[in-house]
């Protein structure tokens, strides 16, 4: 019996002349992502994409996997595929439903015909294969206003599909629609739900980190990796540039006052994400910042970091409880990796009492102090690339 797994597009379908854009891009993200499931055959038909095993070895479960993690898709559903005869549909219905309607009490089954050569109509069609479905499972009740299961029967050009249950799709819009933007990404819980909700909006990810050896281990930084390939699944591949913070700390600390350490380290933070954003065509930073949350992220301490940066930047969980994020973060998958216990160079040298309503103008002239240019440079010609989503980082 043939599988085949079919999609509706989400949120996409109301933008107008950009629709068949926005359908290309989304069609070309599922065929490189379903490669790792095996070879498919992709097809548009009807605002309906139709995902079917080209051999054998297609997984189609790890196929249905991706595609409920690939953004621009509202709903989908697993079906199988019936010649267009009655007797075939009827007795393919009973066939590849037969664990579900084994163990439901109610069923109904409707039926939709687009082709509408086909001789009998969409009403003829239920009842001939509620019945049916009735003789072999002569439990069932037919219940048309709340089943249990819905049969759905639908009768296409070139094929006829049965399909049980409909899930729910990641939702959004397909990467790669909405521009690339750069996400500083740290170990934490916040970031990566900041990284996933662009990607949701169609935004291409490419990710800064800032180690600060020998005071974050290598283990802190594949930490990063392997959130960011949880990420992934959801946003695509993409790039890591890991940054070496140790001398700029460093520097900092021996020379800015202590209650403006944290502000200043985040101001070079923000300068140096943006120069990397630049050279690799991004046009926003990302962050996962929540108003109030620690003493960088107040109202003025924003400010005083904001001001650095000429291009947006986005902090998608600005007005999001922790509670809130941590139910994204489960749901996504990288909470349990983000509690691991590793050090974050926002955790070194930290100060006693940071201030929460820092002066920009004192935030600057004790940053004069440093001579932040070189200090830029430098760290900028010492990046490190880290691939992800390509299968290379082992953990
Ligand atoms: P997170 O859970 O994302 O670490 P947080 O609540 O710990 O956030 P901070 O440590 O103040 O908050 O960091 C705020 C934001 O700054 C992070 O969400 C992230 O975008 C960025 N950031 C923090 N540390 C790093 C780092 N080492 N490298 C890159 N970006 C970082
Ligand atoms: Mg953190």
Redesign the pocket.
């Known amino acids: 019996m043939e599988e085949i797994i079919l999609i509706k597009i989400g949120e996409i379908v109301l933008k107008g002349l950009n629709k068949r854009a926005f359908e290309d891009v989304l069609l070309k993200n599922l065929k490189n992502r379903l490669h790792k499931a095996g070879s498919f055959d992709i097809k548009i038909a009807q605002s309906t994409i139709s995902v079917s095993p080209k051999d054998e070895n297609a997984d189609i479960e790890l196929a249905a996997e991706i595609v409920g993690k690939t953004f621009g898709i509202a709903t989908f559903s697993r079906a199988c595929t019936a010649k267009k005869n009655i007797e075939d549909i009827q007795q393919k219905a009973v066939e590849y439903l037969e664990e579900t309607l084994e163990d439901a009490k109610t069923f109904k089954v409707e039926a939709r015909r687009s082709d509408k050569k086909f001789p009998m109509t969409s009403p003829q069609i239920s009842a001939q294969v509620g019945g049916y479905i009735l003789e072999h499972f002569p439990h069932l009740k037919v219940d048309v206003r709340n089943p249990e299961v819905t049969v759905t029967v639908e009768i296409r050009d070139f094929s006829a599909y049965i399909r049980g249950g409909v899930i729910k799709g990641a939702g959004g819009i397909p990467v790669g629609t909405g521009g690339k933007a750069a ?10 739900v ?1 990284a996933y909700m662009m990607a949701k909006r169609g935004v291409e990810l490419t990710a ?4 600060s050896p020998p005071y974050t281990s290598q283990r802190a930084e594949e930490k990063v990796c392997k959130l960011l390939e949880i990420v992934s699944a959801y946003a695509g591949r993409m790039t890591m540039y890991t ?1 070496p ?1 140790t001398e700029i700390q460093k520097q900092i600390k021996d020379k800015c006052p202590e209650e403006l350490f ?1 502000i200043i380290m ?1 101001r070079f ?1 923000m300068e140096i ?1 943006q120069r990397i954003a630049e050279d690799k065509d991004c046009t926003a930073l ?5 108003l109030g ?2 003493a ?2 107040t109202i003025h301490a924003i400010a005083c970091t904001d001001i650095v940066c000429s291009m947006p930047v986005f902090r998608p969980l600005i007005g999001m409880d922790k509670d809130e994020i941590v139910s994204i973060s489960r749901k996504i998958g990288t909470f349990e990796t ?1 509690i691991e216990p590793y050090e ?3 955790t070194v040298f930290t100060p006693k009492h940071p201030r929460t309503r820092p002066i920009l103008k004192y935030v600057q002239q004790a940053q004069d102090k440093l001579n932040c240019s070189e200090l830029i440079e430098n760290a900028l010609a010492d990046l490190k690339v880290t691939r992800i989503g390509y299968g290379d980082n082992k953990f």
Do not use: K, N
């Open positions: 996400i500083l990404i740290s170990g934490g819980i916040d970031s990566p900041a800064v980190h800032f180690a940054v913070f944290t985040r933070m994400s990302i962050t996962g910042e929540s949350q620690v960088s992220q983000s974050d160079c926002c």
